[in-house]
């Protein structure tokens, strides 16, 4: 029976979609590369942990403007957090960077939706330090503290997510990351916990995921779109 319904389902939603009048956009070759807009958004996770844990802070930010099948991509973000057990507490802080080139596979979307694919550079300066406290058979119990100031790290993505047009200007998207080329500081005294903007310090690879809720600023109407007649219209 679920099979039977599905298939009803599946039909009547490709019926639907037959009888639509599809829109395809005119070719303005001599207009593909001037700007249509700029989308400015929030990522939700970071924002969403950041109200529901105390001891876990981080904001990004993104921004994009379009030059036909291309975007041209910057972030911005802050992270602080603070991991503690029953001798240990460590806090780490920063902000990161993030620039790069997206190709988006649905240029010719008249709602401007976005399927990409795209590369960023990632740079973070932060701090972090370790306070801990120690039992010593000759001077006793004590405290003390390693830390680390404005350390630097680089590192390399490769992305891909969507974007997509709900409602006038706003918009939801998603980009999940592959994170690479970071230095791990395993020469410093103090070895990183985490890096703002990448992960695990202790690890060569990362994987990162955010979803955004973003706002449409048109700069310029986009390329104008004509209706294709419908199957309907071409039978009567």
Not at 15 to 42: C, N
Not at 106 to 119: C, I, K, T, Y
Not at 136 to 158: P, R
Not at 199 to 208: E, F, I, L
């Amino acid at each position: 029976m679920l099979r039977y319904l599905i298939s009803i389902c599946l039909v009547t939603m490709a019926s639907a979609a037959f009888s639509q009048k599809e829109k395809v956009q005119l070719d303005t070759t001599s207009r593909r590369f001037i700007p249509t807009g700029i989308r400015v958004g929030a990522d939700l996770i970071g924002f969403g942990k950041s109200f529901s844990k105390v001891d876990y802070k981080q904001y990004e930010f993104q921004a994009d403007i379009d030059f036909y099948r291309y975007f041209l991509n910057v972030e911005y973000g802050q992270m602080e957090r603070t991991l503690e057990n029953s001798n240990s507490l460590y806090t780490v802080e920063g902000s990161y960077f993030k620039v790069g080139p997206d190709i988006n596979f649905l240029h010719r979307d008249p709602d401007q939706s976005a399927l990409f694919f795209g590369l960023r550079y990632a740079t973070t300066t932060f701090s972090d330090e370790l306070n801990f406290s120690y039992t010593n058979d000759v001077f006793g119990d004590g405290t003390s503290q390693i830390s680390n100031t404005d350390l630097k790290a680089d590192w390399f993505e490769m992305v891909t997510g969507m974007k997509v047009k709900m409602w006038k200007f706003i918009w939801l998207g998603y980009t999940a990351r592959f994170k690479f080329g970071i230095d791990t500081f395993e020469r410093n005294e103090l070895i990183p916990h985490e890096i703002p903007g990448y992960g695990r310090a202790d690890k060569n690879v990362s994987w990162g995921f955010n979803y955004y809720l973003i706002f449409r600023i048109p700069l310029r109407k986009g390329p104008q779109t004509i209706e294709l007649p419908s199957t309907d219209d071409l039978n009567k």
